[in-house]
């Protein structure tokens, strides 16, 4: 049974960081796509940004530059490093994997980032 469970969340105050962790299990996260998405309030969820099994990144270009997304092999966890935040980032914050075609998401983490 796969279980992604994601932590860190909390509230900031704009220009602050915060780091979340999405600890697997059921599958090697090291081996698979791993993403982070959101859902901001009355928003549809949107892409974050995603770490491939080589260990390649990508963001959505609201991030570029103020998070960073990284796994550690040993710990089976993806974290998602958030700096500079800004109220605009406030949302829900889902981890996902993607693991023989078949996705997988967390319950989620809320992030809010006070002006």
């Known amino acids: 049974q796969v279980q992604l469970v994601e932590s860190g969340g909390g509230l900031v105050q704009d220009g602050g960081s915060l780091r979340l962790s999405c600890a697997a299990s059921?599958?090697?996260?090291?081996?698979?796509?791993m993403a982070w998405h959101r859902q901001p309030p009355g928003k549809q969820r949107e892409f974050v940004g995603q770490i491939s099994s080589g260990g390649t990144t990508s963001y959505r270009d609201s991030v570029k530059g103020r998070f960073t997304i990284s796994k550690d092999n040993a710990k089976n966890t993806v974290y998602l490093q958030m700096n500079s935040l800004k109220p605009e980032d406030t949302a829900v914050y889902f981890c996902?994997?993607?693991?023989?075609?078949?996705?997988?998401w967390g319950q989620g983490t809320q992030v809010t980032v006070s002006s």
């Open positions: 059921g599958i090697i996260a090291g081996n698979n796509l």
């Open positions: 996902y994997a993607l693991n023989n075609g078949r996705g997988y």
